[in-house]
């Protein structure tokens, strides 16, 4: 019941609730993002969801236009392309909070595995998702993975979290990743992989 009808019904009444008491800080974080740099306000990236459907994933931008399109997880020199903003929204989560479009859409979730995009080993990622039956799930902000490790896990790793999920769908677990999120977004943990971490973090 939760799986097939609540989780959904949860998911659009808390983003068009979250989209409306927030809209005034998105509108503020705008501004600020095309005011402190070149480039659109809103980083565009084609994502794969359930049954590996393609969608466009929103985010503030927080890197410059001259960043290669390469996966986060590549880089080895990541902190001299993020924008002066930009290492905040991230850290903080807050180049996220478009995602509440892709919720209201029906693209995402807020709790499930992330989406994969062009820039992942998708062939073999994408393998291991249709065979655990993540690839089942709608994508979602956060996950298991998420609250596990996040870019400091391998793909594998994030395969099995992903597969834990997918077979145990619950309100309960759901409501707990939620709240250890919270934990993690405050303590603003996870959100470079180790070698990636800037000098300001060391």
Do not use: H
């Not at 209201?104 to 080993?121: C, E, H, Q, V, Y």
Request: hydrophobic content about 45%; glycine content about 4%.
């Amino acid at each position: 019941m939760y799986r097939r009808f609540l989780k959904r019904f949860f998911d659009l009444l808390l983003a068009i609730f979250l989209f409306i008491i927030l809209l005034l800080p998105l509108i503020i974080i705008a501004l600020i993002v095309k005011l402190t740099s070149k480039g659109p306000i809103l980083f565009i990236q084609e994502r794969y969801g359930r049954n590996s459907r393609p969608f466009k994933l929103y985010k503030f931008r927080s890197m410059t236009d001259s960043a290669p399109q390469i996966a986060n997880s590549k880089f080895t020199d990541i902190q001299n392309y993020i924008t002066p903003v930009g290492m905040f929204i991230r850290k903080t989560s807050l180049d996220e909070l478009p995602q509440l479009w892709n919720i209201i859409k029906g693209d995402m979730s807020f709790i499930g595995p992330r989406p994969l995009a062009n820039t992942d080993a998708r062939a073999r990622v994408v393998a291991l998702r249709q065979q655990n039956g993540a690839d089942q799930v709608l994508p979602g902000i956060s996950g298991l993975a998420q609250i596990n490790g996040r870019n400091n896990l391998s793909d594998e790793k994030k395969a099995i979290y992903d597969e834990m999920y997918a077979k145990a769908v619950t309100f309960t677990l759901d409501l707990r990743i939620i709240i250890t999120t919270i934990s993690i977004v405050l303590k603003m943990s996870d959100v470079f992989k180790d070698n990636q971490k800037v000098k300001k973090d060391n």
